[in-house]
């Protein structure tokens, strides 16, 4: 497939209801997305809805090569009906230079062995819903993300390039985003309340709240 400017491109194996949350977010949000299953039932529905939706054995090197995986910026890896294809799956998208791989666990054991063997990121759908995951995939700064009802957020994200070196003054969160910035983490330190002077380092944390779409626009600056 070929790559398209100023998106990111994700694939998601595995297209059952965590998956297939995933994909939507995804591409909701603007990105490329290719779906993967094994099952034509679960695939032909969605055809018609992601950029490509395909049947496919993810446990098959050359099947995988040959749709170019190693190309996308990310791949979730949502067989979790079949912890065995999982694991072979993983190891055969490590295998492929596969940058960026997101395992689904079940259980805490699930997880550490899937982190054994190469996987870069784990969640649990007990935990973590498929839309938060999409959209933590596709909000790079975006570290952590907890809802409050159903129309603010507190996120916590890594400083844009936008905000570095700058006072927190000269940002104006408040007036400009319509967020508040309630603390900085800085080398382990908390910076709780931040005063108007203090001066914004490109390796900080920040943590705002706001309102849903606020705390979404102000975590796609670069």
Do not use: C, W
Not at 8 to 24: D, S
Not at 202 to 221: K, S, T
Request: charged share 30%; proline share 2%; aromatic share 4%.
């Amino acid at each position: 497939m070929a790559r398209r400017a100023n998106k990111q491109e994700f694939a998601v194996i595995g297209l059952g209801r965590f998956g297939t949350a995933v994909a939507r977010t995804l591409l909701a949000r603007g990105h490329t997305v290719l779906g993967i299953d094994r099952n034509r039932e679960v695939v032909q529905p969605l055809s018609d809805e992601l950029t490509e939706a395909l049947i496919l054995d993810a446990t098959d090197e050359d099947a995988l090569r040959s749709v170019d995986i190693a190309l996308y910026d990310a791949v979730v890896v949502a067989i979790n009906e079949d912890f065995e294809d999982e694991l072979l799956t993983t190891l055969t998208l490590k295998g492929l230079g596969v940058k960026r791989v997101v395992g689904v666990a079940s259980d805490e054991r699930q997880k550490t062995i899937l982190l054994k063997i190469g996987a870069d990121e784990v969640v649990m759908p007990e935990h973590d819903s498929g839309e938060r995951l999409g959209l933590l995939l596709s909000l790079p700064h975006l570290v952590e993300r907890v809802a409050l009802g159903q129309d603010h957020t507190i996120a916590e994200m890594r400083m844009p390039n936008a905000f570095t070196d700058r006072t927190v003054q000269e940002v104006n969160f408040t007036a400009t985003y319509h967020v508040t910035l309630l603390m900085i983490k800085r080398e382990g330190e908390l910076i709780m309340s931040p005063g108007k002077d203090l001066l914004l380092y490109g390796d900080d944390l920040m943590v705002v709240i706001g309102g849903n779409d606020d705390v979404r626009r102000i975590a796609e600056v670069e």
